[in-house]
C-alpha cells in the first residue's frame, strides 16, 4: 500500500519513510502543497499523511483540494502539540484521523494499517450489523452500492463519514459510547479521541440535519456518546 507523506521536515520525512518500510509500506513524499497534489495525481496513493503546517503553505488547502478529487481517500493530520485549534480545523476540513507531535512511529502506523483496513472493506461493517440497507427516517444508506441518499438526493460522504453513520443508523434510538464508536470506526481505543468523534458527527451534521445548529437527528451526549433518533418521518416507500 502506498502512503504520500506531506510535511515540511525532511528529517521527520526521512524517518517516517524508513518505518514505513520496515513495516511493508511504500511511502512517497512531498515538502509542500504543490508537490503534494503533484505527487497525488503521479503516484496515486492509498492513504496519505499531511502535516497541517506547510512553512509557506498550509496542510489544509492541500487537504481541502485532495477532498475534492477523492472522497474517499484517507487522510491522516498531523498536527502540533496540544493545539486544540489545529486539530479541529483538520478534521472539520475533512481528514478521517490525527496526530500530534510528538508521536511514536508505531502508532502512526497502527493508524495507518487501521484506515487502510477500513477504506477497504476488512473488518467492516460490524457483523453484528448485517442490513445492507438501512433507513432513518429520510436518510437512506445503502452498503451494496456504498451510497447514502437524503429524501432521495444522494449525499457525498467521506469513507470515514460513511462508517460513522453506519454505525449509528444501526443503533438508531440507542446511544452509541464514544468508546464504541472509536473502536468501530477508526479502530482504536483512546481516551483523548473523543474530539475526532465529535467533529465528524458535526459533519454529519452539516450534511444531514436541516438546520446543523439546532440538530434533530443526530444528538451528542457529553461524556457519553451519540445517539441517532429513530422516530422521524419516514421516507417514501419507492425511495426504500
Same mark, same amino acid.
Request: glycine content about 6%; charged content about 25%; some cysteine.
Given at each position: 500500500?502506498?502512503?504520500?507523506?506531506? $510535511?515540511?521536515?525532511?528529517?521527520?520525512?526521512?524517518?517516517?519513510?524508513?518505518?514505513? %518500510?520496515?513495516?511493508?509500506?511504500?511511502?512517497?513524499?512531498?515538502?509542500?502543497?504543490?508537490?503534494?497534489?503533484?505527487?497525488?495525481?503521479?503516484?496515486? /496513493?492509498?492513504?496519505?499523511?499531511?502535516?497541517?503546517?506547510?512553512?509557506?503553505?498550509?496542510?489544509?488547502?492541500? =487537504?481541502?483540494?485532495?477532498?475534492?478529487?477523492?472522497?474517499?481517500?484517507?487522510?491522516?493530520?498531523?498536527?502540533?502539540?496540544?493545539?486544540?485549534?489545529? %486539530?479541529?480545523?483538520?478534521?472539520?476540513?475533512?481528514? $478521517?484521523?490525527?496526530?500530534? +507531535?510528538?508521536?511514536? &512511529?508505531?502508532? =502512526?502506523?497502527?493508524?495507518?494499517?487501521?484506515?487502510?483496513?477500513?477504506?477497504?472493506?476488512?473488518?467492516? /461493517?460490524? +457483523?453484528?450489523?448485517?442490513?445492507?440497507?438501512?433507513?432513518?427516517?429520510?436518510?437512506?444508506?445503502?452498503?451494496?452500492? &456504498?451510497?447514502?441518499? +437524503?429524501?432521495?438526493? /444522494?449525499?457525498?460522504?467521506?469513507?470515514?463519514?460513511?462508517?460513522?453513520? &453506519?454505525?449509528?443508523?444501526?443503533?438508531?434510538?440507542?446511544?452509541? &459510547?464514544?468508546?464504541?464508536?472509536? %473502536?468501530?470506526?477508526?479502530?482504536?481505543?483512546? /481516551?483523548?479521541?473523543?474530539?475526532?468523534?465529535?467533529?465528524?458527527?458535526?459533519?454529519?451534521?452539516? +450534511?444531514?440535519?436541516?438546520?446543523?445548529?439546532?440538530?434533530?437527528?443526530?444528538?451528542?451526549?457529553?461524556?457519553?456518546?451519540?445517539?441517532? %433518533?429513530?422516530?422521524?418521518?419516514?421516507?417514501?416507500?419507492?425511495?426504500?
Amino acid at each position: 500500500m502506498r502512503i504520500l507523506l506531506v $510535511d515540511d521536515d525532511r528529517e521527520l520525512i526521512d524517518l517516517l519513510a524508513f518505518a514505513l %518500510k520496515r513495516a511493508g509500506l511504500e511511502p512517497v513524499s512531498a515538502h509542500d502543497a504543490s508537490s503534494a497534489l503533484r505527487v497525488y495525481e503521479d503516484r496515486e /496513493p492509498d492513504l496519505v499523511v499531511l502535516d497541517i503546517n506547510l512553512g509557506t503553505s498550509s496542510g489544509l488547502d492541500v =487537504l481541502r483540494e485532495l477532498r475534492r478529487r477523492a472522497t474517499q481517500l484517507p487522510v491522516i493530520m498531523l498536527t502540533a502539540l496540544d493545539s486544540e485549534e489545529d %486539530k479541529v480545523r483538520g478534521l472539520e476540513a475533512g481528514a $478521517d484521523d490525527y496526530l500530534t +507531535k510528538p508521536f511514536s &512511529h508505531r502508532e =502512526l502506523i497502527a493508524r495507518i494499517r487501521a484506515q487502510l483496513r477500513r477504506s477497504s472493506g476488512q473488518d467492516w /461493517p460490524p +457483523k453484528r450489523a448485517p442490513e445492507t440497507r438501512l433507513a432513518v427516517g429520510t436518510i437512506i444508506l445503502d452498503m451494496a452500492e &456504498h451510497s447514502v441518499t +437524503k429524501s432521495g438526493m /444522494p449525499v457525498s460522504l467521506t469513507v470515514t463519514e460513511f462508517r460513522l453513520l &453506519h454505525c449509528l443508523m444501526s443503533s438508531a434510538g440507542t446511544v452509541v &459510547h464514544t468508546a464504541t464508536l472509536l %473502536k468501530q470506526v477508526w479502530g482504536y481505543n483512546d /481516551p483523548g479521541g473523543s474530539d475526532v468523534v465529535r467533529v465528524t458527527v458535526h459533519r454529519l451534521r452539516r +450534511k444531514l440535519e436541516e438546520d446543523p445548529s439546532r440538530p434533530n437527528l443526530l444528538h451528542t451526549i457529553p461524556g457519553v456518546g451519540v445517539l441517532m %433518533k429513530s422516530d422521524l418521518p419516514a421516507a417514501s416507500p419507492e425511495a426504500v
